[in-house]
């Protein structure tokens, strides 16, 4: 599975693509920043994004994209500009019908090095960990979308490794089945 991370921003946007698999080592297929410090106008920022999304896309035709959510703060007008920023990204996913997840800040932190609270460096570590990859302090910024990346990752294979597990158990039996469950509990029907 290939899986486009991203983490929005109009000032930098960090990107990262992986390519997964369950018996092999989740390799990085492309890191990097995408800087936008230098173009003042916020639609011209945002023509950029979309079209940098849309040539990674294109380039590695992922399979899936994770997004970063924007974390509310005080100021309303960066979260005003996170949100764009994280729109036209979903955008440019969707014109190529790539799905997209979204992930808050937290739940990535945490399924990366099991601390929701964790810094940037500390992602970093343990990415560099878990990963084969020239990393480099360039990096750094880059290391939220490939968090992202990695988060989904993990999300999927649990998701996945449940489905197989619950698939295999047998729930026919009276005590277990969701018709028993349902039959000593009308009041509870959606």
Not at 137 to 152: I, M, P, Q, S
Request: glycine residues 4%; aromatic residues 10%; hydrophobic residues 40%.
């Amino acid at each position: 599975m290939i899986i486009i991370g991203i983490d929005p921003g109009t000032i930098r946007m960090g990107y990262a693509v992986i390519k997964t698999h369950p018996s092999i080592k989740t390799e990085v297929l492309k890191l990097g920043i995408l800087d936008l410090k230098n173009i003042r106008e916020q639609a011209e920022k945002l023509k950029v994004i979309y079209e940098e999304i849309q040539s990674l896309i294109r380039h590695f035709n992922p399979d899936t994209m994770a997004i970063e959510a924007p974390f509310y703060g005080k100021n309303v007008q960066s979260m005003l500009k996170l949100g764009r920023a994280q729109g036209i990204a979903m955008a440019a996913a969707f014109v190529h019908k790539v799905p997209v997840t979204e992930y808050a800040p937290k739940q990535i932190k945490l399924s990366i090095t099991g601390n929701g609270n964790a810094s940037k460096e500390q992602v970093f570590k343990m990415l560099q960990n878990l990963l084969t990859f020239p990393f480099q302090d360039k990096y750094l910024d880059a290391t939220d979308a490939l968090a992202t990346a990695l988060c989904h990752y993990f999300h999927f294979k649990n998701y996945t490794s449940n489905e197989v597990i619950l698939s295999k158990k047998k729930y026919t039996s009276s005590k277990n089945s969701w018709k028993n469950f349902i039959d000593k509990n009308p009041h509870r029907k959606i």
